[in-house]
């Protein structure tokens, strides 16, 4: 059981590879001709920006990626409009660490970070999603966690380990993924008063397409409003042996209203107010969205909103306040009926199953300097109501029980810099829970935990070229509704039934991070840049919460118990070079997991995965081609029937954005992505991924 050493060798020729190349396109540049407007550049420095450099702003104070004594990825609007995705997961193919648990399908897409989410029991609990700091999430059997559009936000940003509980939430085994919409000044140039953005995209592996309207204002010199639609639909996609996945077909529709009021002095105060809504419908889709299991079909309705009032005062003249107040709703919802399995179960029975989270936010900092350093201490409270809702014909249902989940949580973290060299950030925070299961579950009672999650985190910069960073964190994830409350009836496996499990333990985590991060600039030419972060990580996990092995039972035994004890180690390595003529990204990860008690590899272990991009641009002509590749290992563990070989899948793209002229306003991004039909499987999805599909989009904006 494990990883296949010889497509590892491959993943480490392929870094090499990527080093060669590079060196081999980057000194042909012809240094003469301006810097292309699609190229960010330092404006202090006149150096040309990679993604390392894209600003980080989830981590408590601002700062740019590479400096963050985290390992964190950002995506930004440029980077996820390259993706063309057709689902959200789609965001994720070059982020290291970060594998898509599930399937291609609409409904079925969950996360894994760093071997943290598995098929069975994916990101729910253990990584912590929120959607412009209103927290999501969702959890039923086979069926996704995170349910939306990619034509919603303009950034990502990937906080992987657990490190991030200090902000965000106690249990974030994984780390924590955070999505931000769009703005109406997103769009809105100075001047503007009215911006129009139309769009559309063409998938040829399921003939899906996507329509998509905003309209940005500025209805009076301090408010903006926004307002976003967007159509997406596909038929079953696919794979490179051209079989079909039966219920990946989908209807999508989505949408966000969003008016924000800037005023105060030199408007620097703001309250936003949004609203966002995603819909699937899917008749007779397969009832596994994770995963072909032949369980049936049925038709589901999924409905997620989301509304978010926030207020952000920076107070630039006052050091004691830089205040966020962010108050949100979160209403998830999955309807299904007509399921046509013949399995006398209330999993097919006529449903509804959903979350609704009533939560709020408040944090400060506070800023003080003085000779040579500069503190920023950040201090907050949160709070959050959840409701979970399961509904079937036969009344309540036991393996997915009813109830609230009540947390109340303080933090603090101290961010010292020291000379512009180094960085302390110790921190810690504490979460009161309380759960209460509806009065319908047969011997279940109130249970209140208390959760505490400490860290200390640095980094030295020695100079502008070389820096180290490290962290250790420990975080306790208390257990859900779901493992404390569930129960069932006798079955074939659990003669004697299973009941309520109120004797668990919390899931603990303690985590060592150190790494290094390397920059340099001038380096095949003026301005050019290339930054290298590399991240080595160790995780003891204790007490994980796992369903009862003890099957056959003839007396009733608990429905979840704590047995498992676990190591995850691995290495991440995240590079970029960027220049007028010449870019490339490369993302390489290892992962490793043991469970201590039986040595086996842990079934949520990713296999090893490299991804490559190379691209050029021809300034003169506003365009943009290159190569993508993503390359996997061969693992012998996985959460769905293995070994899986290795794999490795090329895609070429193009994309045009025309700078004067009549076509001055338009994109067109083009791509073939699996150019060689190549069939392949992530040892961690339910099916194998698509085949050779062509992509085509364009997009024309419209301002006055």
Known sequence: MGHSNINHTRLMGGVALWVLTLNGLAVAQDVTTEVPVTIVTDTATGNIVTKLQRIVVGSGVDKVAIDTPQAVTVLDQEAIDDEQAM???????????????????????????????????????????????????????RVGSFFSDPELYKQV????????????????????????????????????????????????????????????????????????????????????????????????????????????????QSVRLSYQRWQSSADDTEYSQTGTLGFGEVDRDITDQTIVFRYNNPASDNALLDLDINLS???????????????????????????????????????????????????GTQLSHQQRIADAESGAIGFHPEGTDTKFGFFVQDEFIWNEKLTIIP????????LSPDGSISGASEQNEVAFSPKLA????????????????????????????????????????????????????NA?????????????????????????????????IST?????????????????????????VEAAYNSRYVFSTLAYSLVRGVDQETGSTLDSIPADTLAMTIGGRVPAYDVEFGWRGLFAAGIDSGATTGPFPGYGVHDVFANWKPREGLLQGYELRAAVENVFDKDYQNNLAGDPGRGRTFKLTMNKQFSW
């Open 87 to 141: 689902t959200i997961g789609d965001l994720f193919r070059e982020v290291p660490g970060v594998t898509v648990v599930g399937s291609d399908r609409i409904g079925g897409q969950s996360f894994n970070i760093r071997g943290i989410g598995d098929l069975s029991a994916s990101d729910e609990s253990k990584i912590i999603v929120t959607v412009d700091g209103a927290t999501k999430f969702f959890e039923q059997y």
């Open 157 to 268: 940003e990937i906080l992987r380990g657990p490190a991030s509980s200090t902000l965000y939430g106690s249990g974030a085994l994984g780390g924590v993924i955070n999505f931000t919409t769009k703005d109406a000044s997103d769009f809105l140039e100075t001047g503007e008063t009215v911006a129009v953005n139309v769009k559309g995209m063409y998938d040829s592996n399921g003939d899906g397409f996507l329509t998509s309207g905003t309209f940005a204002g500025r209805v009076t010199e301090n408010t903006e409003v926004l307002l976003n639609g967007n159509f997406r639909r596909s038929d079953d996609y696919q794979t490179g042996d051209g079989d079909l996945i039966d219920g990946s077909a989908f209807d999508a529709y989505s949408g966000l209203a969003k008016v924000t009021h800037y005023f105060g002095d030199a408007k620097e």
């Open 329 to 379: 709703f979160s209403d998830t919802t999955v309807d299904q009926e007509n399921a046509t399995s013949t399995i006398p179960s209330q999993l097919f029975e006529d449903s509804e199953y959903g979350y609704r989270t009533w939560q709020g936010k408040i944090e400060n900092t506070i800023e003080h300097s003085g000779n040579g350093f500069e503190n920023f201490l950040t201090f």
């Open 427 to 434: 921190g810690a925070r504490v979460d009161f829970v309380n």
């Open 458 to 509: 640095a980094l030295y910069r020695f100079n502008d070229t070389f820096s180290i960073f490290g962290s250790v964190a420990h975080t306790e994830r208390v257990p859900t509704l779901d493992e404390m409350f569930s129960s069932s009836g006798a079955t074939r496996t659990y003669p004697g039934g299973r009941n309520a499990s109120l004797n668990l333990e919390k899931e603990q985590s």
């Open 512 to 544: 060592v991070e150190a790494g290094v991060s390397l920059s340099f600039f001038d380096v095949f030419q003026d301005q050019d840049g290339l930054q290298i972060k590399s991240t080595a990580f160790y995780n003891d996990l204790k007490d994980l």
């Open 548 to 572: 009862n092995p003890n099957t056959g039972q003839s007396t009733s035994v608990p429905y979840y118990v704590n047995i498992d004890e676990a190591e995850i180690w691995g290495l991440e």
